[in-house]
């Protein structure tokens, strides 16, 4: 595939992500979508169960800040010293950091109160967009892009995908369970961080493509 292909791709993702939350963060401002909210809140707690809390806590837990900060410095030592890739700890970088202050700009923005229904666990601050769901989406989405070139097999990319997107999901839903998040909250850090990636994206591909091609011509012209 070629890389015009790629950044029209990346492109179209992130006019429709940013559209996406623009759609969600209408229907929460006109109270619209609270119906919705509370039959999935229902759905997915009718479920609860010791153990599955005990999971779902886990996974809470490495959608954490302290979690990411600790998986993104493993990250980073894995890009640098195996990979010897510099350009991506930029991007790497700019991804998770860009995507937190993002989250803390939204969510003060909108202010919205956290569901009151049944709450497994105490928690503080604003609701939307979900800060653990921008952390997922962004760790596993950015780290399924670097390492995507890395990986020959078929199987092997379709594995990376499957691993992120359940790790995506679990984390999601696991603020769904505990109660201290509405899915359209989810949804909404979904679809922000998604945008904030494919942004990251298409400017990293931009640069790497716009350096080659002035390497190629210094070269031409020593020679």
Do not use: C
Not at 5 to 24: D, E, K, N, P, Q
Not at 89 to 104: D, E
């Amino acid at each position: 595939m070629k890389l015009k292909t790629y950044l029209i791709i990346a492109f179209s993702l992130s006019v429709v992500s940013i559209i996406g939350f623009s759609l969600i963060s209408l229907l929460i401002s006109d109270q619209k979508i609270i119906h919705f909210d509370r039959i999935v809140i229902d759905a997915v707690q009718d479920m609860e169960t010791p153990f599955l809390t005990s999971v779902m806590k886990f996974f809470t837990f490495i959608g954490s800040a302290p979690f990411v900060i600790v998986l993104s410095l493993f990250l980073l030592l894995f890009l640098y010293k195996v990979l010897h890739h510099r350009l991506e700890l930029i991007l790497f970088v700019a991804a998770i950091v860009g995507s937190a202050i993002l989250n803390g700009i939204l969510k003060n923005f909108f202010q919205r109160v956290r569901p009151e229904f049944h709450r497994l666990i105490e928690i503080e601050g604003f609701s939307f967009p979900s800060g653990h769901a921008m952390n997922a989406f962004t760790v596993y989405g950015i780290i399924t892009f670097l390492l995507w070139r890395h990986i020959t097999s078929a199987l092997g990319r379709w594995a990376l995908i499957f691993v992120s997107m359940v790790m995506i999901l679990a984390i999601g839903i696991s603020r769904i369970y505990l109660g201290v998040h509405y899915p359209s909250d989810i949804m909404g850090g979904y679809f922000a961080s998604a945008f904030w990636i494919t942004t990251a994206i298409i400017f990293f591909q931009y640069y790497q493509v716009k350096r080659y091609n002035k390497r190629q011509r210094r070269e031409k012209n020593i020679t």
